[in-house]
C-alpha cells in the first residue's frame, strides 16, 4: 500500500467506527439558496432552506466538531475568533482564512487544485458543457476563469456575481454518495437520479487526477455498464435487473473483510451484481452482504435505516427490523397480504468462492450481531437502539429525520441530528452522554473535556435546515482514512 511521507496510509477505511482520520465534506455553497420550490423535489430536496442559517447555525458545527478531532491544531483556541467573524472566510475554500486541513478536506478545495492544470481544466470544462448543453462561447469563457473561481462555478452552477448558468447541485453535502473507501480501493457511484450526474463527473475528475489520489488510482473502481444497455428498449432499461446505479449511501464497509450493499431505490440489484464480481476478482473483500429494502423516498439508502455506532451497538428503523416482522406476523391475516409485505427486507449474504450458494439472514438484527461479534470479534452483547425509541409513530417520524444516519468520529461516538426527541432519549438510557455540537465545543475549548477520552457520546447537531435536504450526518461525509 502506498504512502505519504509518514509510513501511514493516506486512504483506508475498513470500519465504520474505527476512529476517523480523514474525510472528504462540501460545505453548503450557494447553490443550494437557489432551490426554487418548482424544482425542489426534481433537485431532491423536500423543502427550500435558508441557507445562512443552515450554515451558521447547523453545518459550521459539524466542521468545527471534525476539525477538533481530526486537525485540533486547527480551532484550538480560535473558536472565538473564528466564531466573530462574519463574512465566515474560514469555511470558505479559497479565502484568505479558510481552514485549509489535510483531514477535513473540502471537496471544492481539491477540485480547484486539479483545475489548475490546463489541460484537466480544458477535459472537465468541456464534459460539463457537454452535459449542462452550455454553448462553444460560454465554454471558451468558462476556460478562462481562475480555478478557485471555476470550482465555484462548476459547483453553484452561478458565476460570483450571482447570475446562473447552470441548475446548482444542492445534494453535494452528502459527499458520502460520490464514491466509497473499501480498505484500500474507491468505488466510485452511478448515481440514479439526474440531479447529481454533474457531481458524479466532477468527483470522477478529482479523484482521477488529484495527486492525493494519485497512489490507489489502479484501485478505483467504476461500474461497467450494462453492455447491451443501449439496445435496450427504454422501459427494460429501467427495470433493476438492467439498470445500472449505485450511489455510497447504500454502500458500507463493516470490518476488513465484509461490504454490505443495499439494493435500494438508488442502488440497483445489477450494479450491486457488477460490484460483486469486481470485488472479489480483486481479492478487495471476502464476504458481501446485500441488503434489499423497500424502493422508497423515505429509505432511499441503506444508511438511513441503520448505522454502527459501536463495535457492539446499532442504530435502527425497528419497523423494517426483527421488531417490525414479529409485529407483522401477529397481524392474523398476514398470510394474504401483497406478496412481500410480510417481508420487506431481505438479506442474501456471499462468501468468494461460494458465490453460487448464498446464505438468507432472516433480519436485520442477525446480520448486525454476527458483524459485531464474528467480523468484529467484539465479546459485549449486542445492543440495538431504535429510531423513536420504537415508539408508534416515532420511530418512522425520527428515521426520517434521519435519527438512523449517525457518523462515528471514533468507537462509540457519533454526531447527529438534535430534533430526534425519542431517539436521544433511547440512546440516554443506554448510558450515552447526550451534549450539544456548540457545549462540547466549549467543553474541549476550556479543557473540561477532550476528543481523545470521549466515550459513549451522542454529539447534538442543529437540523432545522439541514434535515430538509434529506439526509444526515454520515451522508455528509466521505470517509477516507479511518483507524480499525
Ligand atoms: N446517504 C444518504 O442517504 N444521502 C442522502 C441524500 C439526500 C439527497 N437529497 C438525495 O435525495 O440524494
Known amino acids: 500500500m502506498l504512502t505519504d511521507k509518514s509510513t501511514n496510509p493516506t486512504i483506508h477505511v475498513s470500519s465504520e467506527t474505527g476512529t476517523l482520520k480523514r474525510l472528504l465534506i462540501h460545505s453548503p455553497d450557494g447553490g443550494l439558496g437557489k432551490v426554487v420550490p418548482s ?15 443552515m450554515r451558521r447555525k447547523e453545518y459550521d458545527y459539524y466542521v468545527k466538531i471534525l476539525l477538533s478531532f481530526l486537525d485540533p491544531g486547527k480551532i484550538k483556541g480560535k473558536l472565538a475568533q473564528i466564531d466573530q467573524d462574519a463574512s465566515r472566510s474560514f469555511y470558505i475554500p479559497g479565502s484568505e482564512n479558510y481552514f485549509n486541513s489535510d483531514y477535513v478536506i473540502d471537496i471544492q478545495k481539491l477540485l480547484a487544485e486539479i483545475l489548475e492544470n490546463e489541460s484537466v481544466r480544458t477535459k472537465l470544462t468541456a464534459a460539463i458543457c457537454g452535459i449542462e448543453r452550455c454553448s462553444y462561447r460560454v465554454q471558451e469563457e468558462l476556460n478562462g476563469y481562475d480555478a ?3 470550482a465555484k462555478i462548476f459547483i453553484s452552477g452561478a458565476y460570483s456575481g450571482e447570475k446562473m448558468l447552470f441548475a446548482p447541485l444542492p445534494n453535494l453535502i452528502f459527499m458520502r454518495d ?12 452511478k448515481p440514479a437520479k439526474n440531479a447529481r450526474t454533474r457531481e458524479s463527473i466532477l468527483a470522477q475528475f478529482v479523484f482521477f487526477y488529484h495527486p492525493m489520489f494519485a497512489h490507489i488510482r489502479e484501485n478505483i473502481i467504476e461500474i461497467p455498464e450494462n ?7 427504454d422501459e427494460e432499461k429501467a427495470s433493476d435487473y438492467h439498470r445500472c446505479t449505485l450511489e455510497g449511501g447504500d454502500v458500507m464497509m463493516v470490518s476488513p473483510d465484509h461490504l454490505l450493499i443495499g439494493c435500494s431505490e438508488r442502488t440497483s440489484v445489477y450494479a450491486a451484481q457488477q460490484v460483486m464480481k469486481l470485488l472479489f476478482q480483486k481479492d478487495v473483500v471476502k464476504k458481501i452482504t446485500i441488503v434489499k429494502i423497500p424502493k422508497k423516498r423515505d429509505y432511499m439508502h441503506i444508511d438511513t435505516i441503520f448505522t454502527q455506532v459501536k463495535k457492539n451497538v446499532w442504530v435502527l428503523l425497528g419497523s ?8 407483522r406476523k401477529k397481524d392474523v391475516l398476514h398470510f394474504f397480504g401483497p406478496e ?7 438479506i442474501l449474504q456471499f462468501v468468494k468462492g461460494q458465490e453460487q450458494t448464498p446464505i438468507e439472514i432472516e433480519n436485520l438484527e ?15 452483547k449486542v445492543r440495538f437502539i431504535y429510531s423513536g425509541n420504537n415508539e408508534f409513530p416515532y420511530g418512522e417520524r425520527e428515521q426520517w429525520t434521519d435519527s438512523c444516519n449517525l457518523l462515528a468520529l471514533k468507537d462509540g461516538v457519533v454526531i447527529g441530528y438534535d430534533r430526534n426527541d425519542k431517539t436521544l432519549e433511547a440512546f ?4 450515552f452522554r447526550i451534549i450539544s455540537a456548540e457545549n462540547l465545543l466549549n467543553e474541549f475549548e476550556n479543557d473540561r473535556l477532550s476528543p481523545d477520552s470521549l466515550t459513549d457520546t451522542f454529539i447534538t447537531l442543529a437540523s432545522a435546515e439541514l434535515s430538509r435536504a434529506r439526509g444526515g450526518s454520515h451522508c455528509m461525509s466521505m470517509p477516507v482514512l479511518r483507524e480499525l
Open 39 to 53: 424544482k425542489a423535489q426534481d433537485w431532491l430536496f423536500e423543502d427550500i432552506v435558508h441557507l445562512d442559517t
Open 148 to 150: 478557485d473561481e471555476l
Open 178 to 189: 460520490i464514491g466509497i473507501v473499501i480498505n484500500n480501493h474507491l468505488l466510485l457511484n
Open 227 to 233: 453492455e447491451h444497455h443501449f439496445l435496450l428498449p
Open 320 to 327: 423494517l427490523a426483527r421488531l417490525g416482522d414479529e409485529a
Open 340 to 346: 412481500n409485505t410480510n417481508k420487506e427486507l431481505r
Open 366 to 380: 442477525d446480520l448486525l450481531s454476527s458483524i459485531s461479534t464474528e467480523d468484529l470479534g467484539s465479546t459485549e
Open 428 to 431: 440516554r438510557k443506554e448510558g
